[in-house]
């Protein structure tokens, strides 16, 4: 396991985002797919050399071979991007997404309730990947995207679904992640980690104090399990200009109620059909 205690870059974002090497041509092709489409710039071949553990002949071939099956567009300047085909893929499977659609309806009203960004979040791994995003009207620019990871250890939604993991794989996790401290309130070791999970069990709810972007809080509530297949997230997010402490208390039964009705939801249209 690595500890890195500095604040982090966004070459730091990117390799903690993307996944881990894999064997195999379709690995390879994946893992540079992964980089180009999670660069904060358009990268050349020059840097995907920098950033990727492959010999200069086999980056190449991937890379042709993603860019003629259109997942990888190049520009004018020889640097790379995701292809259209790609974003049409992604644009179906995020119309499609049945559990999308279910929360919809009930981070739509957290949003009317409370007036600040949304967001619903999916547990993947060591991240935390957004799968639908409400802006604030009084917006204010944050990292998350639609699509976009984010690590667990420093995200309230993140934090909020590994508190329900079984005490064992929360532990095993906080002991894999690469740290980053992102601020001055980035909780950067296992043990920082886990001194807050008790207390996220028992209230249900978790806080971002400022700890993945300086001058974002947000509350967040965990859903789903295991046993489910599922374990996503609600949070609230806003400025801490904007936002005190004392108002994200205010709203922690609202997004409980939006995290349980999520809950309830799931329970009666993605469970198990009873037979007939």
Known sequence: MKRNTSHASASDELRISRRKPKTGTLGKALEVLDVIALSEKP????????????????????ISNLVAEGLVSVNADHSYVPGLRL??????????????????????????????????????GL???????????QTVRMHSQVGNASPLYCTGVGKAMLALLPEEDCAARAAEF???RHTE???????????????????????????HEPGIRCIA????????????????????FRISQDEMTAWKSLVLETAR????????????????
């Open 43 to 62: 990268p050349r071949f020059t840097d995907l050399l920098g950033l990727i553990d492959q010999p200069r002949g086999t980056l190449h071939r991937q």
């Open 87 to 124: 974003l049409k893929l992604a644009a179906r499977s995020w119309s499609g997404n049945s559990f999308r659609q279910l929360a919809e309806p009930h981070i739509a009203r957290l949003h009317d309730e409370t007036g600040e960004t949304v967001h619903l979040g999916l547990m993947n």
């Open 127 to 137: 991240e935390v990947i957004y799968l639908d995003k409400i802006e604030s009207k």
């Open 178 to 180: 690469d740290y980053v």
């Open 185 to 211: 309130t980035t909780l950067y070791t296992p043990e920082l980690l886990l001194g807050e999970m008790a207390e996220i069990r028992s209230s249900g709810i978790s806080y971002d104090r400022e700890e």
């Open 221 to 240: 509530a965990g859903l789903g399990s295991l046993e489910s297949g599922i374990i996503a997230g609600v949070s609230v997010t806003g400025p801490a």
């Open 261 to 276: 009705a999520i809950e309830s939801d799931m329970e009666a249209r993605l469970g198990p059909r009873s037979q007939e």
